[in-house]
């Protein structure tokens, strides 16, 4: 099973999730400057469930990616510090992913209302439930670690020649000592991680405690386990569409994405009366809302536009329903708008699409949608058919105008563990510094957000092998050559598009930055690239 954490578009200063309205018929929008409709249009149907995010005080759930096991905790504000104090003694708490447990993140914990005795037995009960035989085995792994450091660790640390403190030297020891299989130094390494990390520290210590239980969970040979628990114990899906709402909002990535793609596809078929676009992850729709109420402005009236909206069936739950749920809220904007609009679901995984899935139409100009998507589609490291070369060489038969591909600049697809591991630490050291910058620390929706939208994919790369390793992500060079090889060629970027995005850039901060070479956008948070989009033909 495929599944990606693409979050979509939502309005960028929204009073409160709970009391978005409808989109205004008369509001003046563009693709390329209009990001204040999509969020009010997608997040107003049914509205009432949706829960609010903001700050609340109350006893609540909380669990380790480690253990995946729930510990109680009672929570109360803090406006200089977050503080979490589990009765398990586990220095990586987080909130538990019941659904009927989310009510905003932590910024303090002080006392337990349950008695430890009966806890304990809760915890083992439900930990045997949800990871099965597998439960044992983390718990054994884990108890293979005593409760205090042990009276050589000074001296290991000289040996190995690791600076006192230093975070991001101790996570890359034991990340080499894992791929060593040097159990001796994972033993101390990770004992001493524990006392460093915490989900609501400096970035560093954020990331650090997601790493470190990919690391602890890539050891104890549980990722996949952790992974599907991860997966079943995340929030309600108001709440989760909440997170994601929040993520987009805090980064620029997704918003660069969305409009230099609609931008391409503008230009693509501005002389066209019939479109029909194929999204081969169209999560809420929301990339769409702009392109469709630019379309409508266009001088000579608007084209007739047919969505296929792809997407695996089990992300239905992100959006509070099926597809024909986006479709329903597109046809309406349509609507709306005066655009004639038709909406085709295929509720199926991306890397299962076959062009009778598509209801390809003579007449139609085709445009082609990959964003965010294609590194989820497995390639020839794990399957015969290769499916990811085999979709690309599927569009291309379908003479489209344009083919749009956003992605992640990051190379975790064939690596090995320990250079998977140092690319997925820096490529999230700068994601987890721009979230700093636009969050604060005591934020209960930041550590939300990093816990539900992206210790899920940190988790995925690190501890999972083979098929069940879904976030696969390619440097640009890589993608380059994937679609040359299916018969593709560049197709620059619209000079607009890219004075847009900058506009778009620095109403955040001046330490993004946006490149362009060959006609292909670069976006990157200080000196490292983070999003790369490109458009082919």
């Known amino acids: 099973m495929q599944t990606s954490t693409k979050c979509k578009a939502f309005d960028r200063h929204p009073q409160s999730l709970n009391d978005m309205s409808l989109l205004d018929d008369n509001a003046e929008s563009h693709f390329m400057t209009g990001d204040h409709q999509s969020s009010e249009y997608f997040v107003s149907e049914d509205t009432s469930k949706h829960r609010n995010v903001q700050s609340q005080a109350g006893q609540m759930q909380f669990c380790t990616l480690e253990s995946s096991l729930p510990v109680n905790y009672t929570v109360q504000n803090s406006r ?91 996570l890359i020891a034991c990340a080499r000592a894992i791929a060593d299989n040097d159990l001796l130094a994972v ?24 790493l470190l239980e990919g690391l602890i969970a890539k050891l104890s040979a549980s990722g996949s386990s952790i992974y599907k628990a991860l997966e079943c114990k995340q929030p ?47 999560a809420q729709g929301s990339q769409w809302v702009t392109l469709i109420q630019a379309l409508a402005e266009r001088p000579g009236g608007p084209p007739r536009v047919r969505i296929t909206g792809i997407d ?98 990051a190379n975790t697809n064939t690596a090995p563990f320990f250079a998977r591991f140092l690319e997925t630490f820096e490529y999230y050291t700068a994601v987890f510094e721009s979230i700093d910058v636009t969050l604060p620390r005591e934020s209960k929706e930041r550590i939300n957000v990093e816990q539900h939208c992206l210790a899920r994919d940190i988790v995925n790369v690190i501890a999972c092998e083979g098929a069940e390793r879904v976030e696969r992500h390619e440097l640009f060079g890589k993608w380059k050559s994937r679609l040359t090889m299916a018969g593709f060629q560049p197709v620059p970027l619209s000079p607009l598009v890219n004075a847009t995005i900058k506009t778009l850039l620095h109403s955040y901060s001046q330490c993004y930055q946006l490149e362009e070479r060959s006609g292909v956008l670069y976006l990157g948070w200080m000196n490292k690239t983070l999003v790369v989009s490109s458009a082919w033909r």
Request: with cysteine.
């Open 80 to 170: 200089s510090s977050i503080r979490l104090s589990p009765t398990s003694g586990s220095p990586i708490s987080q909130p538990d992913w019941h659904s009927d447990h989310v009510h905003g993140s932590p910024v303090s914990a002080s006392s337990v209302t349950e008695d430890p005795n009966d806890l304990k037995s809760k915890l083992s009960a439900i930990g045997h439930e949800m990871l099965g035989a597998e439960y044992h085995t983390v718990e054994r792994f884990k108890n293979t670690y005593p409760a205090h450091l042990p009276p050589d660790l000074e001296k290991c640390r000289q040996v190995m020649g690791i600076p006192r403190g230093d975070l991001k030297q101790h």
């Open 187 to 210: 033993k101390w390494l990770i004992l001493e991680l524990k006392h460093m990390v915490s989900v609501s520290g400096e970035p560093a210590q954020r990331l650090g405690a997601y």
């Open 236 to 282: 309600a899906s108001a709440d989760l569409l909440s997170y994601m709402h929040i993520l987009y909002e805090v980064c620029p990535y997704f918003k660069f994405g969305y409009l230099s793609a609609n931008g391409a596809i503008s230009e693509a078929i501005k002389d066209e009366n019939m479109v029909h676009i194929i999204d081969f992850q169209i």
């Open 312 to 409: 695996d069936p089990y992300n239905a739950r992100a959006r509070c329903g099926g597809l024909h749920i986006v479709g329903r809220r597109l046809s309406r904007l349509a609507h709306s708008c005066n655009v004639p609009f038709e909406f085709h679901a295929v509720p199926i995984p991306g890397c299962d699409v076959e062009v009778e899935h598509l209801d390809i139409r003579p007449g139609e100009q085709l445009a082609v949608n990959f964003a965010m998507e294609l590194h989820h589609i497995p390639d020839e490291s794990v399957s015969t058919r290769n499916h990811r070369d085999r979709i690309l060489r599927m569009a291309k038969s379908l003479s489209p105008k344009v083919v749009t591909l956003v992605e992640q600049e």
